[in-house]
């Protein structure tokens, strides 16, 4: 059964930085894109950042410059490093990915397989 955990998520200051991780299993994720969404307190969740299953990098405007998303196929593992957090960072975080290898989207719904997420606050 897929499955994708993500982890590291916590508190932090302004300027401050985390790195977060999604663990994937069940299947071999390599040549898929995957993507870090965000969902904060009465907002959709959106696109963070997402990479191809060629490496491939794609960011939300927001982020850009800030955060790099990475991949370390053998492992299945996925991680998004947050560097200069801001406040508006503050969101559940959620890692996911997709059956078929259909490339990045930054639409939620093209996704198939998503994490449980976790919290990342950012306070001043």
């Known amino acids: 059964q897929e499955r994708l955990v993500e982890s590291g998520g916590g508190q932090v200051q302004v300027g401050g930085s985390l790195k977060l991780s999604c663990s994937a299993s069940g299947r071999t994720f390599n040549g898929h894109a995957m993507a870090w969404f965000r969902e904060a307190p009465g907002k959709y969740r959106e696109f963070v950042a997402g990479i191809s299953g060629v490496g491939g990098q794609f960011y939300a405007d927001p982020v850009k410059g800030r955060f790099i998303i990475s991949r370390d196929k053998p492992a299945n593992m996925l991680y998004l490093q947050m560097n200069n957090l801001k406040l508006e960072d503050t969101a559940v975080y959620y890692c996911?990915?997709?059956?078929?290898?259909?490339?990045?989207?930054?639409?939620?719904?093209?996704?198939?397989?998503w994490g449980q997420g976790t919290q990342v606050t950012v306070s001043s």
């Open positions: 996911a990915t997709q059956r078929d290898r259909e490339g990045v989207s930054r639409y939620s719904a093209r996704y198939d397989y």
